[in-house]
């Protein structure tokens, strides 16, 4: 069918506001923000309901049309992005923002996939409810996309992944139909958990439209510290004493090196450096609890003997929101304020917590000697395991020169995470940007599975084409 004749139909579906093909009105959706991966796209279609979803599904699968889903557009392995080798839909979920039901004594929140995740924090919070998930780009990123590929976070470590907060979904097939399972229950042994097959799948296999979330009691008190530390070996110590001393109120375990704060302070209007004098390492601690106690006597006892044995250098305690906020700003900020040292080549991954020191010392030495002069910039989620292995163009480099390299530097890189019994992609997902890698590093017979399951539920392959599998 010529292009005319989809927009057309399109447009009978959502209405012609919501059918965009002017080149400049189209731009925003056509790359991913670290400008690696650029594409083209017959429309931009941005439908207001599951319905619409579902009739544009069914439009494409009669016309054998490549679909992109769409949220916020933050991903950063590509996977919302379409390719330029075929002409897709780029389906964006944009009107999809409604905040369907809070239930408070069930502890759900019933939302449309669109729903920026700060809308769901919002309307957690006003019923004095909190929804855990909190990433950088929550002003921004959706709902349906943070499902899509499993977003982990800062609060992984009290409350795990986004799989671990949904209950159930609705989702649209490529065919145009609608799979239901917006329960709330906690327990349902009727058969396969069908939600999780979508959970994490960057909408290769369907999209969601909408989701039934859990909440948390809110926390009634809430403590941040930043520490200053000698290595990533006494942060996974510290990390094993807080937890043992404090229990469920750690929240969040944050790794940073000191190139990260350099960077940070070096560009970030305001920010400054927590301690008078530079330290190699440090960590940010969060604890919080849903009554009010003694966090504050049982942290300053925790703090006290790990000083006293040289596993903390010193301390900073925020006392202030506006304290609090400057020390999570230093990290939220890094990704961001990196990119005007030049170039970064990133790696999202994960190993078993007691093997991230020598995942540090391997990887920072295996890269400098393939790249002389390149800058280590390891930071993340250290109490799940997750770092961003990112590095930082040597000072003298041409950018360009240095994002060339980007193959070569995975390669060292993920053999020594596989070789820790660790995983390439820890929270951002496959996308385009790792597909590639993945036969290399995963069961086979799980690819074997993979590609079944996307067989089945796609058979055209009409839905995210190449991502994953």
Known sequence: MDNATVIEALTAIVGAPYVLTAPEDMAPFLHEPRGLFHGTARAIVK?????????????????????????????????????????AIVLSLQRLDRIREVDALTDTITV???????????????????????????????????????AGGTAVLAYGNTRDLVLGLEVVLADGRILNTLGK?????????LKNLFIGSEGSLGIVTGA??????????????????????AAVQLLARVKSEIGFSLTTFELMSRICIEIVVRHAPGARDPFAEPHPWYVLIELSSQIEGDLDAKLEHSLGGAIEDGLVLDAVLATSLDQRLAFWALRES???????????????VSVPIAEIPALIEEAS?????????????????????NIHFNFSQPVDWDKQAFLDRWHDLNEV?????????????????????KRAALPAVKDPVAMELM??????????????PGVIV
């Open 47 to 87: 439908p207001a309901s599951t319905t619409e979803v579902a009739a544009i599904m069914q439009l494409a699968n009669d016309l054998n049309l490549a679909v992109i889903p769409q949220g916020g557009n933050t991903g950063l392995v590509g996977g919302q992005t379409p390719d330029a080798q075929r002409a």
């Open 112 to 150: 449309d996939g669109g729903v920026t995740l700060l809308k769901v924090q919002e309307a957690a919070e006003a019923a004095d409810r909190l929804f855990p998930l909190s990433l950088a780009s929550e002003g921004s990123c959706t709902i349906g996309g943070n499902i899509a590929t499993n």
């Open 185 to 193: 229950l906690r327990k349902d042994n009727t058969g396969y958990d």
């Open 212 to 233: 039934v979330l859990k909440l948390f009691p809110r926390p009634r008190q809430r403590i941040t510290v930043f520490c200053a530390i000698p290595s990533p070996a």
């Open 334 to 348: 890094l990704s961001e304020m990196q990119g005007r040292e030049g170039g970064s080549i990133k790696h999202d």
């Open 365 to 385: 030495a295996a890269a400098a000697k393939l790249i002389p002069g390149i800058r280590p910039v390891p930071f993340g989620h250290i109490g799940d395991g």
């Open 413 to 433: 890189v993920h053999a020594i995470v596989i070789r820790h019994g660790g995983s390439i992609s820890a929270e951002h997902g496959i996308g385009r940007l």
């Open 451 to 464: 590609r079944t399951l996307k067989a089945a539920l796609d058979p055209s392959g009409i839905l995210n």
